[in-house]
């Protein structure tokens, strides 16, 4: 073949583990919603920076450290993210990783989330508690975008690696890794139940 692919964007999607996601999810979501009922400063502050939804990004991130439910899905997160950064051929011989952020995003109908990236990390994810049907996925973008300048648009049968926005779907259970640059967004929840998921970053030393 005269050409060939370079530069290529990962995405990792897995299931958490093989089994008992149910109950694991059943107390994460009980937990989610005792900590958005405690947390009056994260209401108020999602109020104005989270409108019609719920995240503890700015109060209670660190949830790994203090919640033995939060610390036993950091062990299992931290296996799919060094499976990942193998995949990148990441070299962590004699380097730790570690998670340094964990927060809770709860989105009734309404809330979305705005095109962001994770600075300060260098894997960052979601874990899908709750998807009600025809909530939305997370959309990626791709990072050259700003750069295609007079491209013209693109055919309707184009192929996966050529798209310049991918979505993939929300489904409880399962973890979504992505390298913490490429920039990604949640569109409005259109569905009448609540969508939640739990963020996190991770840095290696």
């Known amino acids: 073949m005269p050409i060939r692919s370079w530069f290529a964007t990962q995405i990792y999607c897995e299931k958490l583990q093989k089994s008992g996601l149910p109950r694991l999810n059943d107390d994460l979501a009980d937990e989610c919603a005792r900590l958005r009922e405690f947390d009056d400063a994260g209401r108020k502050w999602s109020s104005t920076n989270y409108?019609?939804?719920?995240?503890?990004?700015?109060?209670?991130?660190?949830?790994?450290?203090?919640?033995?439910?939060?610390?036993?899905?950091?062990?299992?997160?931290?296996?799919?993210?060094?499976?990942?950064?193998?995949?990148?051929?990441?070299?962590?011989?004699?380097?730790?990783?570690?998670?340094?952020?964990?927060?809770?995003?709860i989105m009734p109908p309404t809330a979305a989330h705005s095109l962001h990236l994770h600075p300060l990390a260098f894997i960052s994810g979601t874990y899908y508690v709750r998807t009600p049907k025809g909530c939305p996925g997370l959309k990626f973008e791709d990072?050259?975008?700003?750069?295609?300048?007079?491209?013209?648009?693109?055919?309707?049968?184009?192929?996966?690696?050529?798209?310049?926005?991918?979505?993939?779907?929300?489904?409880?259970?399962n973890v979504i890794l992505f390298e913490s640059w490429l920039r990604h967004e949640v569109a409005s929840n259109r569905i009448e139940d609540e969508r939640i998921s739990i963020s996190f970053n991770y840095n290696w030393a």
């Open 143 to 173: 990072p050259r975008l700003d750069r295609f300048m007079a491209a013209p648009p693109k055919i309707p049968a184009v192929r996966d690696e050529n798209r310049i926005h991918t979505t993939y779907p929300a489904e409880a259970g």
């Open 51 to 105: 409108p019609g939804g719920y995240t503890s990004y700015a109060t209670m991130n660190t949830l790994h450290r203090f919640s033995s439910t939060f610390t036993d899905l950091e062990k299992k997160l931290t296996r799919h993210v060094r499976t990942f950064a193998k995949s990148l051929d990441m070299d962590l011989r004699g380097r730790e990783i570690h998670m340094t952020d964990c927060w809770v995003n």
